[in-house]
């Protein structure tokens, strides 16, 4: 297994391409534009850079690096020839349906085609393939150089041969593959998301500030980050969407997303990538905005929606 195609150049595309190139395999880096990818290169220029400058690589293992990696804008010539398909595009439903179509007569017969999906039933996606048993999920963290889980979700007909090869893969990049069964949202999120999506409840329902919220998580619970934070850098409207599939996959009230989670995807504050979440980054640097409008839960909506 060399040749690994990657769809989507975001910040799990771009993250997932620099950690196969970097361990050697041939990588075709897919998006709809070249702009984008151009983004891309410059991200993983950018993050190769940093370990150069921490010493955990060479300037020739960045060379390298980046000399495994192709972009592409057409998915036929970029798939044709794939070992392994990883796509890493918007977390919805029916994109993911398309390209696994799309794909599922494109590859060879062989080619494993896995999902970076946080949240979506690996089984759904399969369904629109003639290939259930060669889909599975490869679940990376972000930052994906840098975090070491691979939560390596089984379709409910992905073969045992699949999911050995998989894992073992994903040891090759000095990561470590965790098991799980397909049921929503998996293992990570079914715990990470109704924590923040708490988080947020709290902060809704007037008991503390942003700030003062995710200091007892860091100080008290030894979190790295805080919750609130950690949305931020989520992306609130991956946050929303997984609490959705959530509410929807196990039918439980306990799953519904706070409104003002809702209200703030709406007014398009989704966090670091759109310059303001619960933080504002849009000078680059984290600054904390509203805190005193979000201690009171009356003022919280007029403050999400102007």
């Given amino acids: 297994m060399k040749n690994i195609t990657v769809i989507g150049s975001g ?31 410059a991200t993983i220029t950018k993050n190769l850079d940093r370990q150069v400058a921490k010493g955990s690589i060479t300037e020739a293992d960045k060379t ?6 192709a972009t592409h804008t057409d998915l036929k010539t970029a798939a044709q020839n794939a ?8 977390e919805n439903p029916d994109i993911k349906a398309k390209l696994f179509k799309q794909l599922d007569e494109i590859c060879p017969a062989n080619t ?27 679940h990376f963290m972000n930052p994906v150089p840098v975090m070491k889980l691979v939560e390596v979700i089984r379709g409910y007909s992905t073969s045992d041969e699949v999911c050995k090869l998989i894992m073992d893969l994903s040891k090759k990049l000095n990561k470590v593959p965790v098991e799980v069964n397909d049921y929503p949202g998996f293992v990570a999120n079914k715990i990470l998301m109704p924590m923040i999506n708490e988080a947020i409840i709290t902060l809704f329902e007037g008991e503390a500030g942003v700030e003062e919220i995710d200091t007892v998580m860091k100080l008290g619970m030894a979190h790295p980050m805080g ?16 609490m959705r599939v959530l509410q929807n996959g196990f039918g439980n009230p306990k799953y519904a997303p706070c ?7 709406m ?18 640097t984290k600054e904390l905005i509203l805190a005193d409008r ?7 909506v007029e403050a999400t929606t102007v």
């Fill in 294 to 300: 979000f201690k009171k839960k009356e003022l919280i």
């Fill in 11 to 41: 910040t799990m595309g771009n993250g997932i391409a620099h950690t196969f190139a970097q361990f050697g395999y041939s990588v075709n880096l897919i998006d709809i534009s070249d702009a984008a990818l151009q983004k891309a290169i």
């Fill in 259 to 265: 409104p003002l989670l809702v209200n703030m995807v």
């Fill in 112 to 138: 494993i085609l896995a999902s970076n999906t946080s949240s979506i039933s690996i089984t759904q996606i399969a369904a629109n393939t003639k290939r259930a048993d060669k889909v599975i999920g490869m």
């Fill in 267 to 284: 007014a398009g504050h989704l966090g670091v990538k759109s310059g303001k979440g619960f933080y504002d980054y849009s000078t680059g």
């Fill in 227 to 242: 919750p609130l934070q950690l949305a931020d850098f989520i992306g609130l409207d991956v946050c929303l969407n997984i």
């Fill in 64 to 69: 390298n690096t980046l000399k495994n990696i």
């Fill in 83 to 90: 070992d392994l398909v990883i796509e890493a595009a918007s």
